[in-house]
């Protein structure tokens, strides 16, 4: 077997430190970030294949079994694909005033090729040890961003009350169904 490889970058600008930042007096630190990478999921082998699961069919009043029968186990996909990660995220770190007020902003893209899903099997198939199998649900995309925010008001030696808050968005779309 083939070890996908899932290559990643990230980087991190400390812009508050260079020489030329104008503002280091009201900005004590403003970050710049930025990462890009790949991920993956490989479903185990045996997720392509139709199994079978040996149940007894008859058993007699002292609980010894009269017969045997097979039944599915897992129906199985041998269309199964791995599934594909690509994302990428930017964002920055910013604190005011003394460092009292502090922000971080994040926006992130993933698109997803192969999404692999559980989909469950319903009880009428006949089949009472197969609860669900593995499947491509098709390819998926998601975007949004995070916002976080701390207020220190109050900083004494023997009280401290810090206000902290956060949000976000997200956005899923199912781009291409299997």
């Known amino acids: 077997t083939v070890r996908p490889i899932y290559p990643k970058f990230n980087a991190s600008w400390m812009l508050s430190e260079e020489p030329f930042f104008p503002f280091k007096e009201q900005v004590p630190v403003l970050r710049l970030r930025f990462a890009t990478g790949q991920a993956g999921i490989m ?14 069919n ?6 010894s079994p009269t017969g045997f029968f097979a039944e599915l186990g897992s129906p199985g996909d041998p269309e199964l694909r ?4 690509r994302e990428y995220e930017g964002g920055f770190d910013l ?4 460092r009292r007020l502090a922000f971080e902003f994040t926006y992130y893209h993933k698109f997803t090729e192969d999404a692999i899903h559980r989909f469950p099997v319903a009880g009428s198939v006949g089949a009472s040890v197969v609860r669900a199998f593995l ?10 961003f995070e916002l976080w925010g701390s207020a220190h008001i109050i900083d004494r030696p023997m009280f ?7 949000m976000a968005s997200r956005n899923n779309k199912l781009v291409r169904m299997a």
């Open 95 to 98: 604190e005011l005033f003394d």
């Open 135 to 144: 499947g491509n649900v098709g390819d998926v995309e998601n975007h949004g």
């Open 82 to 85: 791995a599934e594909r990660s």
């Open 58 to 63: 008859f058993v007699l009043d002292d609980g």
């Open 160 to 166: 401290s009350y810090r206000v902290t808050g956060s």
């Open 43 to 56: 479903p185990a082998t045996t997720a392509r294949r139709r199994t079978y699961a040996m149940g007894n």
